[in-house]
C-alpha cells in the first residue's frame, strides 16, 4: 500500500520561504515521475512542478519558474519542493503526487497522477 507522509507547510509572509518534502513508502520511486500539484482556494488543481524518474528533468508552472526548486532522493524515497520568494498567490494546499505512465510535462501540464498524499496546507499573508 502506497503511502505518503507530506511535512513542511505552513505560514509564511510574502517574500519569505518554505521547504515541502515528502516521503513515499510502498514502492520503489525509479521508475515513477514525481510532483507537487496545489489547489488555491475556489480553483482548479494546478501542476507546480514536476521531476522525471530517470533523467531528472523537470517542469514547471509558468508561476514559480525561478523561484520554485523540485528535486527527489531515489534513495530516501523522497520528493522536494524548495519554496522562494512566495507571493500571496502560492497559497493553498499541495499535494504530493506519483505516476509509473507520464512525463514530467503531462503531470504538470494536464494536471494528472494516479497517486495522491493527503496535502498540506501553504498559506502567504501579510
Known amino acids: 500500500q502506497l503511502q505518503f507522509v507530506e511535512t513542511g507547510g505552513g505560514s509564511v509572509q510574502p517574500g519569505g520561504s518554505l521547504r515541502l518534502s515528502c516521503r513515499i513508502s510502498g514502492f520503489t520511486l525509479d521508475h515513477y515521475t514525481l510532483g507537487w500539484l496545489r489547489q488555491a482556494p475556489g480553483k482548479v488543481h494546478e501542476g507546480v512542478a514536476c521531476?522525471?524518474?530517470?533523467?531528472?528533468?523537470?517542469y514547471y508552472a509558468d508561476s514559480v519558474k525561478g523561484r520554485f526548486t523540485i528535486s527527489r532522493d531515489n534513495a530516501e524515497k523522497t520528493v522536494y519542493l524548495q519554496m522562494n520568494s512566495l507571493k500571496l498567490e502560492d497559497t493553498g494546499i499541495y499535494y504530493c503526487?506519483?505516476?509509473?505512465?507520464?512525463?514530467?510535462?503531462?503531470?504538470?501540464?494536464?494536471?494528472?497522477?494516479?497517486?495522491w498524499g493527503q496535502g498540506t496546507q501553504v498559506t502567504v499573508s501579510s
Open positions: 521531476i522525471n524518474s530517470t533523467n531528472g528533468h523537470t
Open positions: 503526487v506519483a505516476d509509473r505512465d507520464t512525463t514530467e510535462r503531462g503531470m504538470c501540464v494536464i494536471p494528472y497522477a494516479d497517486y
